[in-house]
């Protein structure tokens, strides 16, 4: 990994401010350059407004914004960026001016230095073809409002360095951006099906299909959105929505030119009038033209290499804040509605093709597979990554089958000598998908909740005793299932960003994947009962003290680390050791002789009375059931050889998931504070 120190951002206004604001607020010191002090200083104050609405909002707390603040430096002397690794170009849209600027950094800039365009409507290639780095240029576009949304396109173009490309997606993690790869191509990947999304309101609307209000409320319903088309052009800007309709119309055929009216409304610089009834005998017609173009036009993007499916339904989700991808609504509404609705649109539109992949999926009659797994081996190391992004890689069913299936792969592969486990994205893992429960609950069928579980033990053991060396790389957040993927590996590396912790107890249920287990087997029975019961976070800090963590490194010297412990002796996993200072004081409250007063919310005698009072309001929130059933798997676990301590949780899980504790905790998660009436 190629350390990340500093970031130039070329441009202060909405687009270059934000990212500058990103930057900063991940901790990277960032250097906001615009031609004159007067746009400068216009952008420092768009970044200073909307940090202090975030305080408004409690989002930041006032010395946050103070160090976000000092990490920025806003200048007109474009030799500032001169030292640093990436240079950001956040221009307007013109060809001309975007292209002198990069040949104006790289004379600039130190040859260490990657160039990166954020532009939305040209190739990348033509901007790396006038400098003398194309190896180190790469495009980078990151969509409104950038310090808010978390998608990032990572487009190399074909003459982009392997490096170069590394860099750039640590640069993406690094700011807290999920990264897509996109190839080199007009639209890129989403703009690519959500600009005919504007263009089609504005067809139809021509056509007299139905007035604004109508196709506004078809185009919110068919993606499950927020806004429909005539109001994100009026947000976003009727001019931008024409000239990229005129770019991939050039590019792509008529099919994708702007449409008359979309043309006209933008000459008369007016937006479009909103409001007004809704006609429901219209919707269904329109749904099936919004749904038959945007999943037209994802099928064929796809099928030409510009994404994959999985990238494809992210972009869409996590950038446009659809509630399903394209490819996850195609599988909902069945692949013979999806033929026929495209259908439809190759009809009206001849120089649109039915795309081979849609084709073959039809006489497949199967929906789409997704892989949220990823293998790949480097330089004696399989890295197997959870790309699941959009949903803090939780793990279904799906995702348990396909990180077997890898990690069989990566064991039986004779250049990896150790197997690396790491999460896409800010998260390691965020447990398991409430949902999969949440479904197995309502519809009696708890022991397939059993029987999932009992393959995820499965899979958890066979990475602890693996012959070669299995390690969790937490470099985010990890809750409940995700803490105990790490836990089953023989060593955990962290980066300051990892953490851990087990929420279970506070919505319903238990940590079932052996959390409890194996951490009584790290810092014993009291402090696995406390970590348990209260769902209280463990820095990567704290979990390096407590003997959890293996090594504490810095993002650049991941692999560094990686490759010195698959290079060495197995480590010690369980090795015994002591009690930090700092977890003494909960140790001795959560003793075995206490347990019990705590379970019926009275304060043990003899101990730290502030303490215990701050830790019975907190088991106040808890499921009484699953406390209590918490505390007596732990006992029951000690001194149990590993299978048999597995088997005392899995004989538990009927009866947990069967409470109604279980089901009001797990429908409430993200909604509203449960309500346990200890039954």
């Not at 990166?116 to 576009?141: C, Q």
């Not at 050039?250 to 007016?270: D, H, S, T």
């Amino acid at each position: 990994m190629t350390h990340i120190s500093k970031i130039g951002v070329i441009g202060a206004g909405n687009m270059g401010s934000g990212i500058v604001q990103k930057i900063a607020q991940e901790g990277i010191p960032v250097v906001m350059v615009d031609l004159k002090e007067e746009f400068v200083q216009r952008g420092m104050g768009t970044i200073r407004r909307l940090l202090q609405e975030g305080v408004e909002r409690k989002i930041f707390r006032p010395e946050q914004v103070e160090q976000t603040l000092a990490r920025i430096t806003g200048t007109t002397d474009f030799n500032a960026v001169a030292d640093a690794d990436v240079v950001i170009e956040a221009v307007f849209e013109d060809k001309q001016v975007k292209a002198e600027l990069f040949q104006k950094l790289d004379r600039i800039c130190a040859p260490r230095t990657i160039l990166a365009t954020n532009t939305s409507s040209f190739y990348v290639r033509e901007f790396a073809e006038k400098t003398a780095r194309p190896d180190r240029f790469v495009g980078l576009h990151y969509f409104y409002h950038p310090a808010k949304n978390r998608l990032l396109e990572v487009i190399p173009h074909a003459g982009t360095s392997q490096e170069t490309l590394e860099t750039s997606l640590l640069a993406a993690k690094l700011h807290g951006k999920t990264a897509i790869l996109v190839k080199d191509a007009p639209g890129f990947a989403v703009n690519r099906f959500f600009v005919p999304f504007l263009n089609e309101a504005a067809r139809m609307l021509a056509e007299g299909m139905a007035d604004v209000a109508t196709i506004e409320e078809a185009g919110k319903r068919a993606f499950k959105i927020g806004m429909g088309p005539f109001e994100l052009m009026n947000v976003t800007g009727i001019p931008i929505a024409v000239h990229a309709a005129t770019t991939l119309g050039n590019e792509l055929g008529a099919f994708y030119a702007p449409a008359p009216a979309l043309k006209a409304q933008m000459e008369k610089k007016e937006n479009w009038k909103l409001g007004g009834a809704v006609d429901e005998s219209k919707l269904p017609a329109l749904i099936d033209r919004f749904q038959g173009v945007c999943l037209g036009v994802a099928a064929a993007l796809v099928e030409e290499g510009v994404a994959t499916i999985e990238d494809t339904d992210r972009g869409a989700k996590i950038g446009l804040r659809w509630t399903q991808g394209p490819f996850e609504i195609m599988n909902r509404i069945g692949i013979a509605k999806t033929f026929e609705i495209v259908q439809a649109v190759c009809r009206r539109y001849p120089d649109f093709k039915m795309p081979a992949i849609l084709e073959k999926q039809h006489r497949l009659g199967k929906p789409f597979e997704f892989n949220f797994v990823d293998l790949e081996v480097k330089n004696g190391l399989a890295f197997i990554t959870l790309n699941r992004p959009e949903a803090m890689n939780a793990l279904n069913e799906t995702v348990v089958a396909q990180l077997a299936q890898r990690f069989s792969q990566a064991e039986a592969d004779p250049g990896a000598r150790a197997i690396v486990f790491q999460g896409a994205g800010k998260a390691f893992v965020a447990g398991a998908d409430i949902r999969y429960f949440v479904e197995k609950i309502k519809a009696g069928r708890i022991p397939e909740i059993v029987a999932f579980t009992r393959k995820g033990h499965e899979l958890f053991l066979r990475i602890e005793e693996s012959k070669k060396l299995t390690i969790a790389l937490l470099d985010g957040l990890s809750l409940g299932g995700g803490s105990e993927l790490a836990l089953a590996c023989q060593a955990i590396v962290a980066t300051p960003a990892g953490s851990m912790a087990f929420p279970e107890t506070g919505i319903g249920i238990f940590p079932g994947l052996g959390g409890m287990l194996r951490m009584a087997r790290h810092v014993g029975p009291a402090l696995a009962k406390y970590f348990t019961f209260t769902g209280a976070f463990i820095s990567a800090t704290d979990a390096l003290a407590l003997g959890i963590v293996a090594k504490l490194v810095e993002p650049a010297g991941v692999e560094a680390v990686l490759q010195t412990l698959a290079a060495g002796a197995t480590p010690e996993k369980y090795a015994l050791r002591e009690t930090p200072e700092k977890y003494k004081h909960f140790a001795a409250l959560f003793d075995a002789g206490h347990v019990a007063e705590l379970l019926a919310g009275k304060a043990p005698a003899g101990q730290n009375a502030e303490l215990a009072g701050k830790v019975l309001k907190t088991l106040g929130y808890k499921a009484p059931l699953a406390l209590r059933i918490a505390a007596d798997i732990i006992d029951r676990q000690a001194g149990l050889a590993m299978r048999e301590a597995i088997e005392v949780e899995l004989g538990r899980l009927q009866e947990i998931f069967s409470t109604a504790d279980a089901l009001e905790g797990l429908s409430t998660v993200g909604r509203r504070r449960p309500e346990f009436k200890g039954k």
